[in-house]
């Protein structure tokens, strides 16, 4: 089931989400995270009283679960920071966040959970960086979008990780903190909670929805499968983003993001292959029980 819920939220983050914001491009980021917020605690409030004869409560409580706050910051910064990449018509660098993310998530793994990385996963990594650093030197700049949103994201997913809590009481608790945040800008900015026009009512009010449902099914991934899994699975998203910035928004690809780019991807095929290559030697190597 592991498998079936990272690539439900890959490809929901990689298609549904994208167009639904764009389709809210006439407000603010600041209001729709904010809108976003609120609608997700209610959507999640409710699935946790549906559910709530099914739910593993973290019973007691541990120094560990307090990590959920910081959890909370680093997937609040990663909503803002896409939400900004959608509205500057930018999702080409959201695009290479989500393509850097795996090989984050990898060197994660490696070095706070001691997961153990392979000769030529590092060499993956190594060439990944070798494209950001083309890059640079090409353009004159360094990607500050992509690097924040995939360093903020695999952020989140170590936290995840470590805290390993039932991914709807989870994502509750994450709302929960960041709600206060929420209601305060909402009180203060002049843009009304509850727009006027229904068009726009559902559109923010669906937002719990598709906002709720890819991060949970997320964080059940992420208790079931190794986080150096979820590196090779990541890179779904970022090709349906590069799709989509591409074939439908006519967002061009200049030289030096395309070098960038064909240095990714190779780390990222040594890495799939290397992957594919090293479970079928485990398989091989796991003595079958009479």
């Not at 609608?39 to 409560?57: E, I, N, P, Q, V």
């Not at 909503?79 to 930018?90: D, K, N, P, S, V």
């Not at 929960?176 to 923010?204: I, K, M, N, S, Y």
């Not at 395309?258 to 991807?265: D, E, N, S, T, V």
């Amino acid at each position: 089931m592991g498998l079936v819920y990272a690539l439900a939220a890959y490809l929901s983050w990689g298609l549904v989400v994208p167009l639904h914001f764009r389709l809210l491009s006439g407000f603010s980021p600041w209001y729709i995270l904010a809108e976003r917020i609120v609608w997700s605690t209610l959507f999640a409030g409710l699935l946790a009283l549906a559910w709530r004869k099914r739910l593993r409560l973290p019973v007691p409580l541990s120094p560990k679960h307090g990590l959920l706050a910081l959890s909370a910051v680093f997937i609040g910064v990663n909503w803002l920071l896409y939400l900004m990449a959608i509205e500057r018509g930018h999702l080409l660098d959201a695009s290479l966040g989500y393509y850097i993310n795996p090989l984050i998530n990898v060197a994660l793994g490696r070095l706070i959970l001691g997961e153990r990385l392979r000769p030529v996963q590092a060499v993956a990594i190594g060439i990944a960086a070798a494209g950001v650093a083309v890059a640079v030197a090409w353009a004159g700049d360094l990607p500050l979008m992509s690097l924040a949103l995939a360093l903020s994201f695999a952020l989140y997913g170590l936290v995840r990780k470590i805290v390993a809590v039932d991914s709807l009481v989870g994502f509750l608790a994450e709302t929960l903190f960041l709600l206060p945040v929420a209601v305060g800008w909402l009180l203060l900015t002049p843009e009304p909670f509850l727009q006027p026009a229904p068009r726009d009512l559902g559109l923010l009010m669906l937002t719990g929805l598709t906002t709720a449902l890819p991060l949970i099914w997320f964080a059940a991934a992420a208790v079931r499968l190794r986080l150096t899994t979820l590196g090779l699975l990541q890179y779904v998203a970022p090709t349906c983003l590069l799709l989509l910035s591409i074939l439908v928004f006519g967002e061009h690809v200049e030289p030096h993001r395309a070098a960038m780019f064909g240095l990714i991807w190779l780390g990222l095929a040594l890495y799939t292959v290397d992957a594919v290559r090293g479970r079928r030697s485990e398989a091989k190597a796991t003595p079958v029980r009479a």
